[in-house]
């Protein structure tokens, strides 16, 4: 129900983003459009006008001129070289400039503010339905006169009949475009969160370790991808820490309460002394005394995991930290030959601290020299440290039984066993939860090993100042 | 002291190598060679002003440089030395000349194409390591998943 849900609000959202893709290109499109159709308006009104004004301008000349000659060659040269504009026609009014009157009658169908314009700024234009009117004020000896040249703009009106049905099927057709591009991209640009909803589906308890694919490296996705990838590893830190703590604890529960069972069970076997059955009690409560303290023990460590508001995380010294597991181990294996090597310490003690939690990091280390020590039979380990400013580097190279290199892919695999340790003791999430550890501390860690040679692990964390947190 | 060479193509990953000859020769001193095939300029000009020093420089990078430097620091107590031969011979004979000016008889060689050539004036010496050195040992080794950072371009900006 809730994943139908999920795919119908992305669906709105895919078409939301096509929809408002296509609302926004098509208001540009008929804001550019409305743009280029008035200014090619405007242009062509202005030079028609201009025409006609140069044609008022040489019938007035022609027509005022004493010579009557000069009205033929008018008449030739128009209707020769200028051509006739469509239903054209001049009139002209004798006037009294001086006065602003005319001295016969305007034609009344053309407004009086027409004529008063042309008075009062010798050049007047007026449009009316189709036809443009440019009215001009003509000084002559005989008089003043008003030249009145009118046509329509046929040839104009085609061409704006033409641009604006250009303009409509060229926005017709690149809205269909856009729309079919919007669409498609947008369906593209939601692909990888779709294949992320696909992936994160198939994330259960049992397959904690699948992460999301991140290899497109860049980009806001991906950067989802890197963050839901490090949730998942600090809920599979806490699965495994948990998977650890009950292993653990069932292991160490187990030889009081066999030694309990044990004494119980002889005890009942036959009659006893009261003597004997004191001892047994006592042998009993010895060991429920030792239970007591370990579940104790035990509940304390699992408090320290984690506070009431999740991991505890401080400034660490890994030197000290390291000196620590070895003290523990050394108690655990006495038989162990981990040599600490901080030769090339730095001086500054600030190119040691990294910031993090002491008991993940101690469970991380622990757990590699541990398998070093286990898986070398007790043959010399190092574990060198060092640090190149950025970053404190710790190099643990053991003389063991090696991984064999076709193995060393699957060695962060939870429950992963090399073939060739399958005999010794263990349950396959060390390195594992180690390596998610070191994950979790923005650091890296890598293997290099050789069978029956040895295995160097190599793991860089950031000092305090570049830490990821 | 154990004289080791290692075929190199000036990435970070391929110093991988050293860390197996490390292994593979425990509880002794190293004297690594990092060996690069390198063909020489085919003109008088670019034989005549050929310098070793000065190519190696131009092929190092700084991220190359430094984690040589961090890894002899890593293994201080067992790399003793650590250097890089250009190989810029065309055939076996050439190669021994070179081994015997080297005077080195172990060699730490990856399987496969783990070392990536792209530039066509280099090549790999893996071939003629196996066909000359009595010792090479065969490293099965992968190259690691490095995704580089995708310049900025109009068909990056359509490929979602």
């Not at chain 1, 909803?197 to 259960?204: L, R, S, V």
């Not at chain 1, 108690?331 to 040691?352: G, T």
Request: glycine share 4%.
């Amino acid at each position: 129900m809730s994943l139908r849900i999920r795919r119908a609000e992305s669906m709105q959202l895919r078409t939301k983003i096509t929809a408002i893709f296509i609302l926004l290109t098509g208001l540009f499109q008929i804001a550019i459009f409305l743009l280029i159709y008035f200014v090619s308006q405007n242009y062509t009104e202005s030079e028609f006008y201009l025409r006609l004004s140069q044609r008022a301008t040489i019938a007035a000349r022609a027509y005022l001129e004493e010579d009557e000659v000069n009205i033929d060659i008018y008449d030739d040269i128009r209707i020769r070289h200028l051509q006739t504009l469509p239903e054209e026609k001049e009139v002209i009014y004798p006037v009294d400039a001086e006065n602003k009157k005319p001295l016969t009658p305007f034609d009344s169908s053309l407004p009086g503010t027409f004529f008063q314009s042309v008075f009062q700024r010798e050049y007047a234009e007026f449009k009316r339905d189709d036809y443009y009117y440019t009215g001009l004020l003509y000084h002559h000896d005989e008089g003043d006169f008003i030249v009145v040249l009118s046509a329509r703009d046929l040839y104009g009106i085609g061409k704006m009949d033409n641009l604006r049905n250009t303009l409509t099927i060229a926005f017709v057709v690149s809205l269909v475009f856009i729309s079919i591009f919007g669409y498609y991209y947008a369906k593209r640009a939601l692909s990888p969160i779709y294949r992320m909803i696909k992936k994160a589906n198939t994330i259960k308890a049992e397959n904690l370790s699948l992460r999301l694919d991140t290899e497109d490296g860049q980009g806001e996705l991906s950067e989802l991808s890197h963050t839901f990838n490090n949730m998942l590893d600090r809920l599979q830190i806490s699965f495994d820490l948990q998977s650890n703590f009950i292993n653990n604890a069932s292991h160490e529960l187990r030889n009081p309460l066999t030694a309990i069972l044990g004494q119980t069970e002889i005890a009942l076997s036959k009659e006893r002394t009261i003597a004997e059955y004191r001892a047994t009690l006592n042998n009993i409560d010895l060991e429920a005394s030792r239970l007591d303290s370990l579940v104790n023990g035990l509940l304390k460590l699992a408090k320290t995991d984690f506070d009431a508001r999740g991991l505890v995380i401080e400034e660490l010294r890994l030197d000290q930290i390291l000196i620590e597991i070895k003290q523990n181990l050394d108690v655990a294996n006495p038989s162990n030959r981990i040599k600490l090597n901080f030769d090339s310490l730095p001086v500054d003690e600030h190119a040691l601290t990294l910031l993090g939690s002491e008991t993940l990091i101690k469970v991380a280390l622990s757990n590699i020299l541990e398998n070093a020590t286990k898986f070398s039979d007790n043959k010399t380990v190092t574990a060198k440290l060092l640090a190149d400013g950025d970053h404190i580097l710790l190099i643990i190279t053991d003389e063991g039984v090696g991984i064999p290199s076709e193995e060393l892919k699957n060695i962060f695999e939870p429950f992963y066993r090399g073939s060739n340790v399958r005999d010794l003791e263990g349950f396959g999430f060390g390195l594992p939860l180690a390596y998610r550890i070191v994950k979790l501390h923005s650091g890296e860690i890598r293997v290099s090993s050789q069978i029956g040679k040895g295995t160097i692990v190599k793991i860089k964390l950031p000092i305090q100042e570049s830490n990821g947190y | 002291m154990k004289r080791v060479l290692i075929p190199t193509d000036f990435t970070v990953a391929s110093l991988q190598l050293v860390e197996y000859a490390i292994l593979n020769f425990p509880k002794t001193h190293l004297d690594i060679i990092l060996i690069y095939g390198f063909r020489l300029p085919d003109n008088r000009w670019g034989l005549t002003h050929f310098s070793q020093v000065r190519e190696i420089n131009k092929l190092v990078g700084g991220p190359y440089a430094q984690a040589k430097n961090i890894l002899v620091r890593e293994h201080s107590d067992v790399i003793k030395h650590i250097r890089i031969e250009l190989f810029t011979g065309f055939n076996s004979f050439a190669f021994q000349n070179f081994l015997e000016k080297l005077d080195v008889r172990d060699a730490i060689v990856p399987e496969g194409k783990f070392l990536q050539f792209n530039n066509i004036s280099c090549f790999d010496t893996s071939f003629y390591i196996k066909k000359n050195i009595e010792n090479v040992i065969e490293i099965p080794i992968e190259a690691g998943k490095d995704y580089p950072k995708a310049k900025f371009s109009f068909s990056s900006l359509l490929n979602f």
